[in-house]
């Protein structure tokens, strides 16, 4: 695996000088989040910064990318391809920088989020959307419980994502409402 110095001067070499700053700003919640939840920092670091590697590739190129590797494209990926910027991000996060399995998981699972996420893929999918850069209604509320229950911090990112696509009339990724119903089921399942 590449050293921090390397992937990040990579990273921004990459990306434009708005992305990296967000990209700076996940890294920055990433290692946060991972001193709180006693996760490794290090990775933590190299998945906040790398995680949106593909963000900026056009649409045509990302899908190339994924044909080639035989990853499916769903329904709802065709017709959104921003979506797919966290698959590709994992393979070029493989091929660039050879990140372990864990790693490539947060990648891929950082727009949509999935069931039993490992606690990296929390901490990525919840920094992606409260790093001192955003500046969504409820950003700060988020940040605040994601100090205190990630899990919770989750399905609160993840009803934000749904909501947000109910009021733009677009729809809906289902893995997105798969994903939430099982952290729904595991959060009333704990406070039993």
Do not use: W
């Not at 899908?63 to 494209?73: A, P, T």
């Not at 992606?128 to 994601?146: I, P, Q």
């Amino acid at each position: 695996m590449k050293k921090y110095e390397e992937v990040r001067k990579e990273i921004k070499n990459i990306l434009s000088e708005k992305r990296f700053y967000h990209s700076q700003c996940v890294e920055e919640r990433c290692v946060e989040f991972a001193k709180i939840y006693n996760a490794d920092t290090k990775k933590a670091r190299l998945v906040g910064i790398a995680h949106d590697i593909a963000k900026e590739m056009p649409d045509e190129e990302k899908i190339k990318i994924l044909k080639e590797k035989n990853i499916e494209i769903t329904e709802i990926e065709k017709e959104y391809p921003g979506l797919l910027h966290g698959k590709v991000g994992a393979i070029l996060a493989k091929e660039k920088f050879d990140f372990d399995e864990e790693m490539l998981d947060a990648i891929a699972n950082h727009t949509k989020g999935t069931a039993n996420m490992s606690l990296l893929s929390e901490i990525l999918f919840v920094a992606d959307s409260c790093g001192a850069d955003r500046k969504y209604e409820g950003t700060k509320e988020t940040y605040e419980l994601a100090k205190r229950n990630i899990k919770a911090a989750v399905i609160r990112c993840m009803d934000r994502t749904i909501i947000e696509r109910i009021e733009k009339q677009k729809t809906i990724d289902p893995k997105t409402l798969e994903a939430r119903n099982e952290y729904i089921k595991e959060s009333q399942k704990s406070s039993l």
